[in-house]
Nanobody
Framework: QVQLVESGGGLVQPGGSLRLSCAAS????????MSWYRQAPGKERELVAT?????????YADSSVKGRFTISRDNAKNTMYLQMNSLKPEDTAVYYC?????????WGQGTQVTVSS
């Protein structure tokens, strides 16, 4: 049974930090391209960052998160991370992890991140 379980979300003040985790099971995690997406209220889901299967390549789709967010993965633990620093109110969203290999595409249930004073 394929599972992607996000955790680490919550309420944080502007300028604060959070570290999201995505725990994977039921598939060959180390052979999948992994990504973080987010969906803010009333907006479409958007790509935040992607990491190659080995972790050797990363890409940040949104220029607003470059230098503030860091995507990483630990294939020995079947887990992906998103370190988020200097958080802004506009980062408020549900954050989802995604795994892709060929035509296989898996999603987690999401974790809420709220940035507010």
């Amino acid at each position: 049974q394929v599972q992607l379980v996000e955790s680490g979300g919550g309420l944080v003040q502007p300028g604060g930090s959070l570290r999201l985790s995505c725990a994977a099971s039921g598939f060959a995690f180390s052979s999948y391209l992994m990504s973080w997406y987010r969906q803010a209220p009333g907006k479409e889901r958007e790509l935040v960052a992607t990491i190659s299967n080995t972790g050797g390549r990363t890409n940040y789709a949104d220029s607003s998160v470059k230098g503030r967010f860091t995507i990483s993965r630990d294939n020995a633990k079947n887990t992906m991370y998103l370190q988020m620093n200097s958080l802004k109110p506009e980062d408020t969203a549900v954050y989802y992890c995604n795994a892709v290999r060929g035509n296989l595409d898996y999603w987690g249930q999401g974790t809420q991140v709220t940035v507010s004073s």
